[in-house]
């Protein structure tokens, strides 16, 4: 999975992205905080084999839990400095595992359906290839330990 087998998803992701973000504003000051939903879109058609629209709820609420994720660990990392606060909620650290919670919940759901649409003989992405090669090693594991 090399870069030119991204270059086409990249493209199309840059193409959705400055035709939502960019072109609107042309010529003025762009907000690029938005950005990172390209870069998570790219991600998930390559594992996942799909994107999310840019007003989708779901994509809007993984960024929203990806920010507070980034907030608690930031909060985390400068709380290690002044011990008495490292037990507070203050910390960060209970926020983090709420958020990491949430993410691992979408994320398997995400990977059950990516598991439910394989095809064998057509692989799409990341995940398909995975289940495939566990298979194939499971398999001729299998076939060693009978032979």
Not at 42 to 54: A, K, N, P, Q
Request: hydrophobic share 35%; glycine share 6%.
């Amino acid at each position: 999975m090399g870069k030119q087998i991204l270059e086409a998803q990249i493209h199309d992701e840059i193409e959705k992205y400055c035709g939502r973000f960019v072109d609107p504003v042309l010529g003025q000051p762009n907000d690029l905080s938005n950005l990172k939903m390209a870069t998570c879109n790219i991600t998930s058609e390559l594992v996942f084999g799909g994107r999310c629209d840019y007003d989708d709820p779901a994509l809007k609420q993984m960024m929203e839990l990806l920010d507070r994720e980034v907030a608690a660990s930031m909060r985390v990392s400068i709380m290690q400095n002044i011990p008495i606060l490292r037990s507070t909620r203050l910390s960060g650290v209970q926020e983090m595992k709420e958020c990491d919670l949430l993410i691992i919940k979408d994320m398997s759901e995400r990977l059950e359906q990516s598991r439910a649409s394989l095809d064998e003989q057509n692989p799409t992405n990341i995940f398909h290839h995975f289940l495939l090669n566990q298979r194939a090693t499971q398999e001729r594991t299998e076939a060693f330990k009978g032979g």
